[in-house]
């Protein structure tokens, strides 16, 4: 057996990408350390932030959940809340959802939880049935984009400064090859490990665990004894993230590193295409008075696609 490199102890990991043996112990500390500096190299937080965690009750959020409740401890002046979405999918979120409210709940976290049902009328599993007819996106895609609306309302919602989500290295990099392979540059500008807010308008996004393969964080999840939800989201295998994350799963299984390659790559690309977004001016959706670039926001406009009543998010 391997000695861990950091100490003498017994290893019970090997990490090919960096060539790096680890001890629990070790391990969980070079996690947590890797997050810390991560927060640091990009100043994601201020020590007297209100931050808002979007807890899914998988195991990257409430990885991201147990490590921000241990670094925020050093900060007496700033605060975490939870907020958890429920779409609304059918044998798959209920358990989620217990599992973040008990994480929460051992460590004094304030926890709100808000269902696509309250927010637009409808849950996820209508929807997709609705889009059925004829709808041109697939149901993560529906998904992805009315989360992001519902996370944002929410955050200022509670007064939130910040909104950290779990968004692993592998999620970020499956999302730069989506929008690579669909052409769409302008949703390239939009990936990064900092979104910035606009005052009133949207709540500043942070993603303390883009620096971490999801293995990495799965790994952490299992020795810290963090209880996460047991299954897949019936919808995962519907979307091409599913065909990406595979092919780059592979890439990486052949070439230790490639998917770091890949995201500092994307970084500079996107540093050369600019922010255009910063010159759009930004209105009011004329249904849900939420903040868009056009007329209708992007949520409002798939439900009014999907021939499906519009109506003001309810909890405002």
């Not at 620096?211 to 299992?222: S, T």
């Amino acid at each position: 057996m391997k000695k861990c490199t950091f100490c003498i102890k017994e290893a019970i990991y090997f990490r090919p990408y960096s060539g790096e043996s680890f001890c629990r112990k070790c391990y969980i500390k070079s996690i947590e350390k890797n997050v810390t500096h991560t927060i640091t190299k990009y100043r994601m937080f201020t020590p007297n932030d209100r931050i808002a965690i979007a807890v899914s009750g998988g195991k990257d959020s409430l990885s991201l959940l147990c490590i921000l409740n241990k670094i925020e401890k050093k900060f007496p002046k700033s605060e975490l809340i939870a907020i958890t979405i429920d779409e609304g999918i059918s044998n798959y979120r209920s358990e989620a959802i217990k599992l973040a409210d008990e994480q929460c709940q051992t460590f004094g976290i304030e926890h709100h939880t808000y269902s696509f049902k309250e927010l637009y009328g409808y849950n996820l599993d209508e929807i997709v049935k609705a889009s059925e007819s004829g709808g041109k996106l697939t149901s993560c895609s529906y998904c992805g984009i009315l989360r992001r609306k519902a996370l944002n309302l929410i955050a200022k919602k509670v007064n939130a400064s910040k909104l950290a989500t779990g968004h692993n290295l592998d999620d970020e990099v499956q999302s730069m090859v989506m929008n690579l392979l669909r052409g769409d540059i302008d949703q390239m500008r939009r990936i990064g490990s900092v979104l910035e807010g606009k005052k009133n308008r949207f709540v500043e996004k942070v993603k303390p665990l883009c620096h971490l393969p999801e293995k990495d964080v799965a790994l952490y999840a299992y020795l810290k004894k963090v209880r996460f939800q047991s299954i897949s989201c019936p919808y995962m295998e519907t979307s091409m993230r599913s065909d990406v994350r595979q092919f780059l799963n592979d890439l990486e299984t052949k070439h230790a590193g490639i998917k770091f390659n890949i995201f500092q790559t994307f970084k500079k690309i996107k540093d050369k295409l600019g922010n255009e977004e910063r010159k759009k001016n930004i209105k009011n959706c004329v249904i849900c008075y939420e903040p868009t670039s056009g007329k209708i926001c992007r949520s409002c406009n798939i439900l009014s696609s999907l021939g499906l009543e519009l109506q003001k998010p309810k909890l405002l």
